[in-house]
């Protein structure tokens, strides 16, 4: 039903209500003259006006009930036929009917009153309660403005015009800082700049410019205003009453602090990823100035004894002074690479070099790289068969792999085999890295994956230089993982050790005029030995879901 018709139709039905209620009485009275004395007569035309004030307006009901009272007393009253009343017996009955029905009449109408006005009260929690789950599930102020204007459009019958601001405070001229939602006039929009910059309603009612035909509403915040609507009184298809433009007003300001939250929010997330970067900041400059000086005062160290003492110094002396700077230099450069690619991939927005690679030229990189500083060759490589293009950053997944087997090298005791994995699982490739070694405490299965958290040392032996990371190695592999797209989780071993496990998803590889497809590269090791056809079978031969067991076999590609 349409809201300016409503009322009309439902005054006109209790007009007809009312009327077919003194219809009946006085279809009534006629029947049952001479079976009733004269006083329950008037009870029934007391009854009648008590019911029919149900419906009727009270100054209807009050002309109607005069009326009857005057009928009553020409037609059933004697003598009859005329107003004469005896002063002793029938004059109270006829006061007392019209005094009765009077107030009867007065208390009903009071009654509709209030009966309305709080239907109107609940009318308007209702809708202020509906705009409110709206603008909560709302994201952004096109979204939060669209759903006022809804409320706006429903209450007055004719949608409005919305000024919202996208950051507090824009310049007007500043067309991405606002939101316009409608198609104002010129006096319009400044208008509507007007009302947000005062923060205070225009139009008639408002105490403030009531010649315009245009009511403006500020969509005021806790201490400013957020935007701002216009409606035009001509557009409204209702009378522009005081409670009309009081609710509209309501309105608006609930959407004004739910804009006000909004911007709220998105400081609060400015702020903390400003916080969190400058956390990693100061983050890095501890570890540059903790973590870097000791293999600074190792190279200064060995470099100092080479230049002052080199020619009393024999031959494996020399060679053994210019290991440790090699070997610390190259510590030191892991470690800068570490930090700096730490800090690039925590910066907000950051945009990976991502082709389409290959996971065994990716594996042999890591292997040639990897058995440069290994000379036991315990590093190992298996392939699944049939793997499809990656989709990466190749230098930054190659660096990935490389910290997790550096780390496993360090933290396993050779003999034991640090083994290289590659597979389909989960609808993803995994890159896994798998050890023998002690194995990570649960209490730090989480923690070895924040910035500058380094597990318990291993025992060294006898003239071995114990060296720890700074903490970021593994912080920077999750990092690279979760930049894909991927996820980097640590698994323990059934008979000791540590698996790393990279999964990364399958993104369907563009077709390309003579491209192989990714089904048809055959796995084979960087050095030509064909792996296992599933990397399960690395370490669970006897089917997968199966902890590990003893008898897994040598795994392949070490030979070359």
């Known amino acids: 039903m349409d809201t300016a018709e409503s009322p009309s139709r439902r005054r006109l039905l209790n007009g007809v209500v009312g009327l077919a209620v003194w219809a009946v009485a006085w279809i009534a009275l006629p029947a049952l003259d001479g079976r009733l004395d004269v006083p329950n007569l008037a009870m029934v035309l007391l009854l009648a006006s008590a019911l029919a004030s149900l419906w009727l ?12 009272v005057l009928a009553f007393n020409w037609l059933f009253v004697p003598p009859r036929h005329t107003f004469a009343v ?6 109270l009955l006829l006061g007392a009917t019209l005094v009765v029905s009077t107030i009867v009449a007065l208390l009903m109408s009071r009654q509709r009153g209030l009966a309305a006005s709080a239907q109107r009260h609940a009318a308007q929690a209702e809708q202020m309660r509906r705009l409110g789950e709206a603008l909560r599930d709302a994201d952004d102020p096109a979204q939060q403005g669209e759903r006022l204007r809804e409320a706006l459009a429903q209450l007055l019958g004719a949608a409005p015009t919305l000024l919202l601001l996208r950051e507090p405070l824009p310049a007007q001229d500043d067309p991405a800082a606002v939101l316009l939602l409608g198609t104002p006039t010129g006096d319009e929009s400044a208008g509507l700049w007007q009302c947000l910059r005062q923060g205070q ?3 008639p009612g408002t105490g403030r410019h009531g010649e315009l035909r245009q009511w403006y509403w500020p969509l005021r915040g806790r201490q400013a205003a957020f935007g701002a609507a216009v409606v035009a009184l001509d557009s409204l298809k209702l009378p522009p009453a005081e409670a009309l433009r009081r609710q509209a007003q309501a309105l608006c300001d609930q959407a004004g602090l739910a804009l006000q939250r909004a911007h709220a929010q998105r400081a609060a997330e400015a702020a903390r990823e400003l916080a969190q970067l400058q956390g990693v900041r100061n983050a890095m400059l501890a570890a540059i100035s903790h973590d870097y000086r000791t293999p600074l005062a190792a190279i200064l ?3 100092s004894s080479l230049c002052e003492q080199g020619e009393r110094l024999s031959a494996e002396q020399r060679r053994r002074l210019a290991r440790t700077i090699e070997d610390e230099a190259t510590q030191l450069g892991r470690l800068t690479d570490n930090t700096l690619q730490l800090a690039r991939l925590d910066a907000p927005g950051v945009q990976l070099q991502r082709d389409w690679e290959s996971a065994e030229e990716i ?5 040639r790289r990897v058995r440069a500083h290994d000379p036991g060759r315990r590093v190992r490589a298996w392939l699944a068969p049939g793997l499809p293009l990656v989709r990466c950053d190749a230098l930054l997944l190659a660096q990935m792999l490389e910290n997790l087997a550096d780390n496993a090298l360090k933290y ?13 699982r989960e609808g993803g490739v995994v890159f896994a890295v798998r050890d023998r070694g002690p194995g990570v405490a649960p209490s730090w299965r989480e923690k070895v994956f924040e910035v500058f958290q380094r597990g318990e040392p291993r025992p060294v032996a006898a003239g071995e230089r114990a060296r720890r990371g700074a903490g970021v190695g593994l912080a920077v592999c999750r990092a690279i993982a979760r930049a894909h797209g991927g996820e980097l989780r640590l698994r323990p071993r059934a008979n000791g050790g540590t698996s790393f496990e990279c999964w990364l998803p399958i993104e369907p590889p563009p077709p390309e005029p003579g491209m192989p497809a990714p089904g048809d590269f055959s796995a084979t090791d960087t050095h030509g030995a064909a792996p296992a056809a599933s990397a399960d079978a690395l370490e669970n031969p006897a089917g997968p879901g199966r902890p590990d067991t003893p008898g897994s076999p ?3 590609g070490g030979a070359a």
């Open 57 to 68: 307006p009270v100054g209807a009901s009050l002309a109607l009930t005069l009326g009857s």
């Open 86 to 91: 005896d002063l002793r017996q029938d004059a």
């Open 201 to 203: 309603p225009f139009g």
């Open 301 to 303: 160290s060995a470099a």
């Open 363 to 367: 594996v042999g990189a890591v292997l």
């Open 412 to 424: 396993s005791d050779p003999p034991a085999p640090v083994e290289l994995a590659v597979q389909l």
């Open 554 to 556: 040598a795994v392949a």
